[in-house]
């Protein structure tokens, strides 16, 4: 689950684990809403992309965990006394959205989508191994371990399902522009403790 098994150019800034630590209210609060988000995200290619077997097979499973994760992560919350919370903006993915390229056909779109999507769930799972390996709580390190192994495979998912639709050399080749994009965002945003990312 290291940063280059999960394609990323650029490893979380150290800092922000133990920022996180001194936030944790927050940071189930955000991680929630990223879950929510997630499984939105799918809903709405479902939805848009009815006609794409393949992604309609490969994701519907992928909602009902994205949507079980925001429920474990409400419990959490509960445990603690605390409660859900406003969804505060999340400049990450508002940054990550701009990489996306508008128009070409609609396969490319799609791919578009996918390999978003695969970008945020890859970054998700490495901020889950960051807590795992060094918060203090331990129900909540077992938590994370248990999310990081759970999400581990879902950016694999998008990048196989983007190779459905258009040549891999394409996909990968704009796979690896979008990284690129992306250690670019990261390295120029604050670390912020209050955030997954």
Same mark, same amino acid.
Not at 19 to 40: F, G, P, R, T, W
Not at 47 to 59: I, R
Not at 122 to 132: D, I, K, T, Y
Not at 185 to 195: K, M, S, T
């Given at each position: 689950?290291?940063?280059?098994?999960?394609?990323? =150019?650029?490893?979380?800034?150290?800092? *922000?684990?133990?920022?996180?630590?001194? $936030?944790?209210?927050?940071?189930?609060?955000?991680?929630?809403?990223?879950?929510?988000?997630?499984? $939105?995200?799918?809903?709405?290619?479902?939805?848009?992309? $009815?006609?794409?077997? =393949?992604?309609?097979?490969?994701?519907?499973?992928?909602?009902?965990? =994205? *949507?079980?994760?925001?429920?474990?992560?409400?419990?959490?919350?509960?445990?603690?006394?605390?409660?859900?919370?406003?969804?505060?903006?999340?400049?990450?993915?508002?940054?990550?959205?701009?990489?996306?390229?508008?128009?070409?056909?609609?396969?490319?779109?799609?791919?578009?989508?996918?390999?978003?999507?695969?970008?945020?769930?890859?970054?998700?799972? =490495?901020?889950?191994?960051?807590? *795992?390996?060094?918060?203090?709580?331990? $129900?909540?390190?077992?938590?994370?371990?248990?999310?990081?192994?759970?999400?581990?495979?879902?950016?694999?998912?998008?990048?196989?399902?983007?190779?459905?639709?258009?040549?891999?050399?394409?996909?990968?080749?704009? *796979?690896?522009?979008?990284?690129?994009?992306?250690?670019?965002?990261?390295?120029?945003?604050?670390?912020?403790?209050?955030?997954?990312?």
């Amino acid at each position: 689950m290291e940063k280059h098994v999960l394609g990323l =150019e650029l490893p979380t800034d150290p800092r *922000w684990v133990n920022i996180a630590e001194k $936030s944790i209210e927050d940071i189930l609060v955000d991680h929630a809403y990223c879950e929510q988000k997630a499984a $939105s995200s799918c809903i709405s290619l479902i939805v848009k992309f $009815s006609d794409k077997t =393949e992604l309609v097979e490969m994701l519907t499973p992928v909602v009902a965990e =994205e *949507w079980s994760h925001f429920e474990r992560v409400i419990e959490e919350l509960t445990k603690r006394g605390f409660k859900l919370g406003k969804q505060r903006k999340d400049e990450y993915v508002l940054q990550l959205s701009k990489l996306e390229k508008k128009g070409g056909s609609r396969e490319e779109q799609l791919v578009e989508k996918l390999l978003i999507n695969a970008l945020i769930e890859a970054r998700s799972c =490495e901020r889950f191994r960051l807590l *795992w390996k060094h918060i203090a709580d331990e $129900s909540l390190q077992k938590f994370y371990y248990e999310l990081m192994v759970s999400e581990a495979g879902h950016y694999k998912n998008f990048l196989q399902l983007a190779k459905t639709y258009l040549p891999e050399d394409d996909v990968m080749k704009r *796979w690896k522009e979008i990284l690129k994009g992306e250690a670019d965002i990261l390295a120029n945003l604050e670390v912020r403790g209050d955030r997954m990312h």
